[in-house]
């Protein structure tokens, strides 16, 4: 008994043939497109690709908008207190000055008793 192999290759049938060289390219890919996603669908979707991408970068902005407000914050507070260190060393070389001329006066006040 002879092995005949059995063609599953779809052949086509006599009555119809189809030229596929004649149509137009718009139509071609319309009977060629197979995808489950319709140009509308793909635009879409690459709208909605970009907008999440400019969510995406208007959150980054708005994270370095927030990091460089806090630098700028820590950096006022940081000013201030070198202006009230500033002033407290201000004020104490001031109560120094103020001593040690009190002193000087109180000496030469006890200097001119004793003459």
């Not at 994270?63 to 507070?77: F, H, L, N, P």
């Not at 070389?93 to 001593?99: D, H, L, P, V």
Request: proline content about 3%; aromatic content about 2%.
């Amino acid at each position: 008994m002879s092995f005949q192999h059995k063609n599953t290759t779809p052949q086509p049938t006599p009555g119809h043939s189809c030229d596929y060289s004649q149509v137009m390219d718009d139509a071609l890919v319309i009977l060629t497109d197979n995808s489950t996603n319709t140009e509308h669908e793909k635009n879409t979707e690459k709208t909605h690709w970009r907008e999440e991408k400019v969510e995406e970068v208007q959150l980054e902005v708005e994270q370095r908008q927030r990091e460089e407000e806090e630098v700028q914050r820590k950096k006022v507070a940081e000013d201030e207190a070198k202006r009230q260190r500033q002033k407290v060393v201000a004020e104490e070389a001031k109560r120094q000055r103020q001593r040690a001329s009190q002193e000087q006066a109180q000496a030469r006040q006890d200097e001119a008793a004793q003459k």
